[in-house]
């Protein structure tokens, strides 16, 4: 086939909040948009992708300095630099060496995508951001097997230098791609599908090798998610 016109797959999305330490309102965070080229400028390969392509914007703007397992942010100067803020900030923000000897920094956002469509694969793609010293880290799962949150995640190249990441408001945290055209909507997640996230959720911190475990976590995926 010369151009995808597959029928839509029905893809859900939910903010996984209720584990955070403070609470973060939902609505701290922006909406999945989806990533529209102007179908006027006629090439038939524009609408394949109009429903394949998704972004996530920065709920503030900010900037992290990191120095080896340290760092500091700055909000921009539209943001109120109250306590509760920094504290959120502080608890979004994730620097660590993984088990490689990699220093890694996220920032935790509590975006889940799932579907009941087999082999429903999500590639998480780099945003255009300003950036010194670190690469960020892409990847692909299958979410109707494995529900996780989708964070942005960067490798900081050299620890011996300082690295700089600059998140700006309504600009992309990330971009989402997936290998279907999808229809892509917020649904809360039930009870048995949480149940189900709470078996991933941060166990990549707690065990290596952890393709290893899938096969007896993925048992436990309830039959249908909605």
């Not at 951001?129 to 690469?135: G, M």
Request: glycine share 4%; net charge positive.
């Amino acid at each position: 086939m010369l151009f995808n016109k597959n029928q839509l797959t029905d893809v859900y999305y939910d903010l996984a909040t209720s584990d955070y330490q403070n609470h973060i309102p939902k609505g701290y965070f922006n909406n999945v948009e989806e990533y529209i080229v102007d179908k006027k400028i006629g090439c038939p390969a524009i609408p394949t992708m109009n429903s394949q392509l998704y972004y996530v914007n920065s709920p503030v703007d900010i900037t992290f300095t990191i120095n080896k397992l340290d760092y500091r942010f700055e909000f921009d100067k539209g943001l109120v630099k109250n306590a509760l803020n920094v504290d959120i900030m502080n608890e979004l923000a994730a620097l660590a060496i993984t088990p490689t000897g990699v220093y890694n920094f996220q920032l935790e956002i509590p975006y889940v995508f799932y579907t009941d469509e087999p082999d429903t694969h999500i590639h998480l793609l780099p945003p255009d951001i300003y950036t010194e010293n670190v690469t960020f880290v892409t990847g692909s799962f299958n979410i109707n097997q494995w529900l996780r949150t989708v964070v942005p995640a960067f490798v900081i190249n050299n620890p011996d230098k300082k690295a700089v990441i600059k998140f700006k408001k309504d600009k992309p945290l990330y971009y989402l791609m997936f290998n279907k055209n999808c229809n892509l909507n917020y649904k809360k997640m039930n009870g048995q599908t949480y149940d189900y996230f709470r078996n991933i959720r941060g166990l990549s911190t707690l065990r290596t090798h952890v393709h290893k475990y899938a096969p007896g976590i993925i048992s436990r995926k309830p039959k249908s998610y909605i």
